[in-house]
């Protein structure tokens, strides 16, 4: 089973930058479709962004578009979430989530959902100060 990493999470001012790291170990994410998921504290886990399995795609959801930026890095197996002009309501705990059955190699949703989704990681935590 695809097992992911989070990384590149801390705590930041408002206006502040961070940039998180997803790699796996043993397994190729060139083969999947990967999307950021983040869940602030009473609130449900939202999709983010989202990177289609071709690279070719990107999407995000319209609170951070402009201000986060996914990529791919295949020789460091790693997928990044760039996020800039960070604001408090930005803090939550991040996931990176890997589906290796995307509806096309193409497909990047702007509002990627749990349910297509089968390998996550654990989480790195996002603090926004304001």
């Known amino acids: 089973q695809l097992q992911l990493v989070e990384s590149g999470g801390g705590l930041v001012q408002s206006g502040g930058s961070l940039r998180l790291s997803c790699t796996a170990s043993?397994?190729?994410?060139?083969?999947?479709?990967i999307a950021w998921f983040r869940q602030a504290p009473g609130k449900e886990r939202e999709g983010i962004s989202s990177?289609?399995?071709?690279?070719?795609?990107?999407n995000y959801r319209d609170s951070v578009k402009g201000r986060f930026t996914i990529s791919r890095d295949s020789a460091k197996n790693t997928v990044y979430l760039q996020m800039n002009s960070l604001r408090p309501e930005d803090t939550a705990v991040y996931y990176c989530?890997?589906?290796?059955?995307?509806?096309?190699?193409?497909?990047?949703?702007?509002?990627?959902?749990?349910?297509?989704?089968?390998?996550w990681g654990q989480g790195t935590q996002v603090t926004v100060s304001s």
């Open positions: 043993g397994f190729s994410l060139d083969y999947y479709a």
């Open positions: 989530a890997a589906s290796n059955t995307p509806l096309s190699s193409d497909y990047a949703p702007p509002y990627p959902h749990r349910r297509d989704y089968d390998d």
């Open positions: 990177i289609s399995l071709s690279g070719r795609n990107t």
